[in-house]
């Protein structure tokens, strides 16, 4: 079994700059993709970046130059620390990965995390 743990939602004030972590457990071969989605009230969920395993990065145009995701594929943990942090950016973010299971043997899925959420606001 697998799971994706997200932390470090809060509370931040405008311009201000808060980090995330989201760290996967379980039976786990290899993780090729994660990323960073969020959804605010009444909205869609949204893709905000995302990382291979390789290190190649994507960014929505939204928080392009101020988002940056890293990722310690030693811990199986990817970050997103975000700067400049705007009211519109407050949102329940949620830790996607595409892994591979050990059991069942070499199996992929996507998985993700339970949300957490990051509030912009004075």
Not at 8 to 23: D, F, K, N, Y
Not at 45 to 61: C, P
Request: one cysteine or more; glycine letters at 10%.
């Amino acid at each position: 079994q697998v799971q994706l743990v997200e932390s470090g939602g809060g509370l931040v004030q405008p311009g201000g700059s808060h980090r995330l972590s989201c760290a996967a457990s379980g039976s786990i071969f290899a993780i090729y993709v994660m990323g960073w989605y969020r959804q605010a009230p009444g909205k869609q969920r949204e893709l905000v970046t995302t990382i291979t395993s390789g290190g190649s990065t994507n960014y929505a145009d939204s928080v392009k130059g101020r988002f940056t995701i890293s990722r310690d594929n030693a811990k199986n943990t990817v970050y997103l620390q975000m700067n400049s942090l705007k009211p519109e950016d407050t949102a329940v973010y949620y830790c996607n990965a595409m892994i591979v299971t050990m059991k069942p043997l070499f199996s992929t899925s996507d998985y993700w995390g339970q949300g957490t959420q990051v509030t912009v606001s004075s």
